[in-house]
């Protein structure tokens, strides 16, 4: 089994550090090669996904990635800034399905920011599109408007856009992981005013009527942001476009305490896939040793379930970060009152720790 290593920027190196420790406590034979990604690869190599980069991701059967950017990279021309390697990354790995779970543990009911009893339990599943969309839909650019409000004046514009197959494939892929769940999806769409969503809605529909087991219900994205905040207990598994899903998984984040809990995994069609904390490298904590390393190691953990077939040591791996957060073990973004406050190092030593 292959991993590739991408730390990246800021918290990116911290965090990863210490779930490359779990892994390699596991008594699993693992390869594990290290490369450089984002702004660090940009200050050595001039390019944010060099070459060897992005082969070794190619090559390995997993990639487990930190986060990339920092704001001093804001002003290089946008295909140099660090975004672009994940950017391209999942377009060069077909990465087009990107699991988000939302757990809230019993033990950080407190830390969430909506009542207790809003969150206590709550376990969705967020399915977003990765590789279409507006993100990536082309044309886009810069110009001087030829018509529109303004002609003569300068505009920007992207497009969006999806594709039958695309719909569909991620619709599969959403009704699949319903099937082992409680067998409800929501497609988030926005319908309504969106040509590109209309097609959405009608695809997953009959997408749907293959999964006659799976109950369907569609909202709009709107709706839906309402919802995740006033009952978001009523979801199980959500699936939805690359800019809905960017924003409401990162409101879904919220909902369980602290984007540092926080894992994520990006899949192609050969369960080949990428696993990164669902934040991002957090330059305003970045070298203070207080970033919480435990998306990440939850990421590894879905990294063994879904790409290395070690759904045993995933599991173990699971139940050590229950037994940390029990035992009252908080970094700085999920402590509270009675907790304990460590760094990011010394989760890491205690998930070890609880490894057994
Ligand atoms: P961010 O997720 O890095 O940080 C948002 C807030 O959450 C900050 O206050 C940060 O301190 C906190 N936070 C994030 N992760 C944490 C952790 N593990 N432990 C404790 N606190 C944590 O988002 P941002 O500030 O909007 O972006 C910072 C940089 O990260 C930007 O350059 C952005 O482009 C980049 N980014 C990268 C990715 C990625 O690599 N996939 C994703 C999102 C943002």
């Not at 660090?40 to 990639?63: F, M, N, R, S």
């Not at 919802?227 to 939805?240: R, S």
């Given at each position: 089994?292959k991993i590739?290593v991408?730390?990246?920027?800021?918290?990116?190196?911290?965090?990863?550090?210490?779930?490359?420790r779990?892994?390699?406590?596991?008594?699993?034979?693992?390869?594990?090669?290290?490369?450089l990604?984002?702004?660090?690869?940009?200050?050595?190599?001039?390019?944010?996904?060099?070459?060897?980069?992005?082969?070794?991701a190619?090559?390995?059967?997993?990639?487990?990635f930190?986060?990339?950017?920092?704001?001093?990279?804001?002003?290089?021309?946008?295909?140099?800034?660090?975004?672009?390697?994940i950017?391209?990354?999942?377009?060069?790995?077909?990465?087009?399905?990107?699991?988000?779970?939302a757990?809230?543990?019993?033990?950080?009911?407190?830390?969430?920011?909506?009542?207790?009893?809003?969150?206590?339990?709550?376990?969705?599943?967020?399915?977003?599109?990765?590789?279409g969309?507006?993100?990536?839909?082309?044309?886009?650019?810069?110009?001087?408007?030829?018509?529109?409000?303004?002609?003569?004046?300068?505009?920007?514009?992207?497009?969006?856009?999806?594709?039958?197959?695309?719909?569909?494939?991620?619709?599969?892929?959403?009704?699949?992981?319903?099937?082992k769940?409680?067998?409800?999806?929501t497609?988030?769409?926005?319908?309504?005013?969106l040509e590109?969503?209309?097609?959405?809605?009608?695809?997953?529909?009959?997408?749907?009527?293959?999964?006659?087991d799976?109950?369907?219900?569609?909202?709009?994205?709107?709706?839906?942001?309402?919802?995740?905040?006033?009952?978001?207990?009523k979801?199980?598994?959500?699936?939805?476009?690359?800019?809905?899903?960017?924003?409401?998984?990162?409101a879904?984040?919220?909902?369980?305490?602290?984007?540092?809990?926080?894992?994520?995994?990006?899949?192609?069609?050969?369960?080949q896939?990428?696993?990164?904390p669902?934040?991002?490298?957090?330059?305003?904590?970045?070298?203070?040793?207080?970033?919480?390393?435990?998306?990440t190691?939850?990421?590894?953990?879905?990294?063994?379930?879904?790409?290395?077939?070690?759904?045993?040591?995933?599991?173990?791996?699971?139940?050590?970060?229950?037994?940390?957060?029990?035992q009252?073990?908080?970094?700085?973004?999920?402590?509270?009152?009675g907790?304990?406050?460590?760094?990011?190092?010394?989760?890491?030593?205690?998930?070890?720790?609880?490894?057994?």
């Amino acid at each position: 089994m292959k991993i590739a290593v991408l730390p990246g920027d800021g918290i990116g190196t911290e965090i990863v550090e210490q779930a490359v420790r779990v892994l390699n406590a596991l008594d699993l034979k693992f390869e594990l090669e290290t490369a450089l990604v984002g702004g660090a690869a940009y200050d050595a190599h001039g390019h944010p996904l060099p070459e060897a980069t992005l082969k070794l991701a190619k090559e390995a059967d997993a990639v487990l990635f930190g986060a990339v950017g920092d704001w001093k990279y804001d002003t290089l021309d946008r295909p140099l800034r660090p975004e672009q390697a994940i950017l391209g990354l999942r377009k060069n790995l077909g990465l087009f399905a990107n699991f988000r779970p939302a757990i809230c543990y019993e033990q950080l009911v407190g830390a969430s920011s909506l009542k207790p009893e809003l969150v206590a339990g709550l376990d969705i599943l967020i399915i977003r599109e990765l590789t279409g969309d507006i993100y990536f839909g082309q044309p886009r650019g810069r110009r001087v408007s030829p018509d529109g409000h303004f002609p003569g004046a300068e505009e920007a514009f992207d497009t969006m856009r999806y594709s039958r197959p695309e719909i569909e494939r991620i619709a599969r892929v959403a009704f699949e992981a319903a099937r082992k769940r409680s067998k409800r999806v929501t497609s988030v769409d926005k319908a309504n005013v969106l040509e590109t969503f209309q097609l959405w809605k009608d695809v997953v529909t009959e997408i749907g009527k293959e999964y006659p087991d799976v109950a369907l219900d569609h909202m709009y994205v709107d709706n839906a942001a309402m919802q995740l905040v006033k009952a978001p207990k009523k979801f199980d598994v959500v699936v939805t476009g690359n800019m809905f899903g960017d924003i409401l998984s990162d409101a879904a984040a919220m909902l369980t305490g602290s984007i540092g809990m926080l894992p994520s995994a990006s899949l192609n069609s050969s369960n080949q896939g990428l696993y990164e904390p669902s934040h991002g490298s957090a330059p305003d904590i970045a070298g203070k040793g207080v970033a919480n390393p435990l998306a990440t190691i939850l990421s590894a953990a879905m990294m063994l379930r879904f790409s290395l077939n070690q759904p045993a040591a995933a599991d173990r791996i699971e139940a050590a970060v229950q037994k940390v957060l029990a035992q009252g073990l908080r970094t700085p973004d999920i402590h509270s009152q009675g907790t304990t406050k460590v760094g990011t190092r010394e989760m890491g030593d205690a998930v070890l720790k609880a490894l057994g």
